[in-house]
């Protein structure tokens, strides 16, 4: 069904962008540029959990203590003894071997020996004190919660390039910073400061996607996902390899500090600009882009195409334009279920990561191997999306991987093999369901306010990120509660996702009025300036 307000003359951005190429000389550099940040991003996200491990430590006792009786034998023997399972001791303990005097047995200790004497655990002196190491990955969750609204604003008001040549710039200098701290309560603060000014990600992303013709951000988004993952299977051989943490921090931060030249090399997004009402800046940027990849746009077309969303072009502010995207009720009920599938999406990948490294064996390989389920998941994510648009493989997604991740726990005890079998199908499913999120949601709202909705969106999910810490607490009422919590919030997220509109095949929308009429199988008649040019967007 046409528009009957479509203006014939005009021509649309993805016409455009479809006349630049997909895979020019511009697309590769800016993709290579895109990679650095996206494959960093997922090692600063959890670097804490090999950065900031636990250690080993017991108390100082005068009796038994020699130069080469810090963590001997005799002492390591009798572990098996104390409370903690690692050598961990609070009070002095009672080992007849060493301690031979009563007034070493049961009392409190003021002096430690630690395992590693060079770890985070043993400088900052945190015996006894299992909250804080803790402290340090609720406080980067907490961070990045704060950091998704203030990246979302900057990157809608100032440009995605601006935001993330900022952000990854601060993430360096923050992220080296921490490993000159001198105090735990210094370390904790650059934590926080890094995750909320220095995550980059959120602009690349809308860049990334923003780029290219809507048909190719799929393919573009796997290609990058496996650079986000391709980091997360670096980082625990990088740790293994550099085991100190100040300097294994210096060695994965030191790589960002080239985002500061992309200032030089990074264009900004051509929507953006368009969006703004910045023309004449899109147009000398789509000319570059041409020459660049070698081709040739027609200059006609590029006089008919235009933005036509008045309000923006009259100055109002980025404010009153969040408020009207609030005040849709259609923006408002995709808002809620978006903030329910980020929760649910944070919280079961952050559970998973956390449970990799107490999973029996090499911390270090375990980590690597279940982070490389998120390759075939990426693989999959392009094919399934490709042929399936979005809604139904996030369905399917979310209600297959609650019912592995229910059952997990109700595998016999003598099928360990089946039990792992389905974590491991989780965890893809799980990755799956996350890349789908994150490109839906970006879908689903206007372009001047895409960030800003993708990152409140975001924000909120860090909830689930803050609780995913605390989920092993669960075990002590049922070892499977973990799991089976997982499980019932997928379901549940899924039946969500009934209610949502299908994405796939339509124009990026640029205004309230066109986002709206995503999913609708006519179009309503309308006179009104930002209503005008549905027609391809919709399909009709």
């Known amino acids: 069904m046409a528009d009957l307000n479509e203006d014939p003359g005009r021509v649309h951005l993805d016409d455009v962008l479809g006349q630049l190429g997909a895979f020019g000389r511009h697309q590769a550099l800016t993709m290579a540029m895109l990679a650095l940040v996206y494959a960093t991003n997922s090692i600063y996200n959890v670097n804490y959990v090999f950065a900031v491990e636990d250690a080993g430590y017991r108390c100082v006792v005068p009796s038994c203590e020699g130069p080469d009786a810090l963590f001997s034998a005799a002492w390591l023997n009798q572990s098996q003894h104390w409370a903690d399972g690692p050598v961990k001791q609070c009070w002095s303990p009672a080992v007849q071997d060493c301690a031979r005097h009563s007034h070493d047995t ?17 400088e900052f002196e945190l015996a006894c ?21 203030i990246q979302g604003q900057i990157s809608d008001r100032y440009g995605r390039k601006t935001a993330a040549v900022f952000a990854g710039t601060m993430g360096a200098v923050l992220g080296l910073a921490k490993s000159f701290a001198a105090s735990f309560w210094l370390y904790i603060a650059l934590e ?13 992303f809308m860049l990334s996607i923003e780029i290219v013709e809507k048909k ?8 990058l996902l496996n650079c986000y993952t391709c980091g997360l299977i670096v980082m625990p051989f990088i740790a293994w390899a550099v085991p100190y943490w100040r300097t294994f921090l210096r060695v994965i931060y030191a790589p960002t500090l080239l985002i500061l030249s992309y200032s030089f090399f990074l264009d900004e997004s051509i929507r953006w600009l368009y969006s703004k009402g910045q023309k004449e800046r899109a147009v000398q940027l789509i000319q570059k882009i041409a020459k660049r990849n070698g081709v040739e746009v027609d200059r006609m077309m590029l006089d008919k195409l235009d933005y036509v969303d008045e309000e923006t072009k009259s100055g109002v502010s980025d404010l009153k334009l969040l408020m009207k995207t609030f005040k849709s009720k259609i923006m408002m009920q995709r808002f809620l279920v978006c903030m329910v599938w980020w929760f649910t999406i944070t919280l079961i990948n952050y559970g998973m990561m956390i449970s990799a490294v107490h999973i029996a064996g090499n911390k270090y390989v375990n980590f690597a191997l279940l982070m490389l389920m998120d390759i075939p998941a990426n693989v999959f994510y392009w094919l399934a999306l490709s042929k399936y648009k979005r809604k139904m493989p996030l369905l399917a997604s979310f209600l297959v991987g609650g019912v592995f991740c229910i059952s997990q726990p109700f595998v016999p005890k003598g099928y360990a093999w089946l039990g792992l079998s ?14 789908i999120v994150y490109m839906y949601t970006s879908e689903l709202f206007p372009t001047y306010t895409r960030n800003s909705m993708h990152a409140i969106c975001g924000a909120v999910g860090r909830v689930g990120s803050l609780v995913a810490p605390q989920t092993p607490l669960l ?7 973990p799991t089976f919590l997982f499980g019932v919030t997928s379901i549940f997220s899924g039946s969500l996702t ?17 986002a709206e009429q995503i999913g609708r199988r006519t179009l309503l008649p309308s006179t009104a300036p930002e209503q005008q040019s549905l027609t391809k967007k919709n399909g009709a």
């Open 129 to 149: 004190e299992d909250w804080k190491p803790t402290l340090v990955g609720t406080v980067h969750s907490f961070g990045s919660m704060v950091g998704l609204l």
């Open 106 to 122: 049961d009392q409190p200790c003021t002096r430690w020996v630690y395992e590693n004497p060079h770890s985070f655990v043993a």
């Open 422 to 435: 389905l974590f491991m199908a989780f965890e893809m499913l799980a990755t799956f369901s996350y890349n």
């Open 475 to 481: 075990m002590s009422y049922w070892a499977g509660l």
């Open 216 to 223: 190719r951000t799929v393919l573009f988004q796997m290609i």
């Open 192 to 204: 926080g400061l890094e995750a909320a000014i220095g995550d980059a990600l959120s602009p690349m």
């Open 498 to 514: 009934l209610l949502m509109p299908e994405t796939a095949r339509t124009e990026l929308p640029d205004t309230v009025a066109e």
